[in-house]
């Protein structure tokens, strides 16, 4: 059985910091690229951070490029989305997804349920 499961979603401040954590069951993450993707209420879901299985390789959206930084450990299975300066425009749900394929796939493979992440003051 292939699943995901994100967790270190909360309730921050602007300016402040989180990271979540994607932990991969039934599936290596030698094999298969993992996105963090956000939907916010009323909004479209959208892919936030990417890394390749092939060559860890990173892309991110524009709007986080140097804010979040995603990283994997092989060794715990686990992907890692770091986010700093939160703003309340960071509010939303995130989860994460894989595709064996890579970065530029439809994230068919696997799917978590979500971590919710506040930004508010």
């Known amino acids: 059985q292939v699943y995901l499961v994100e967790s270190g979603g909360g309730l921050v401040q602007p300016g402040d910091s989180l990271r979540l954590s994607c932990a991969a069951y039934g599936l290596s993450l030698d094999d298969f690229a993992i996105g963090w993707f956000r939907q916010a209420p009323g909004k479209e879901r959208e892919g936030v951070a990417c890394i390749s299985h092939k060559d860890g390789s990173t892309v991110y959206k524009d709007s986080v490029k140097g804010r979040f930084t995603i990283s994997r450990d092989n060794a715990k299975n686990t992907v890692y989305l770091q986010m700093n300066n939160l703003k309340p425009g960071d509010t939303a749900v995130y989860s994460c997804?894989?595709?064996?394929?890579?970065?530029?796939?439809?994230?068919?493979?696997?799917w978590g349920q979500g971590t919710l992440v506040t930004v508010s003051s």
């Open positions: 997804a894989a595709e064996n394929s890579g970065c530029g796939g439809a994230f068919r493979d696997a």
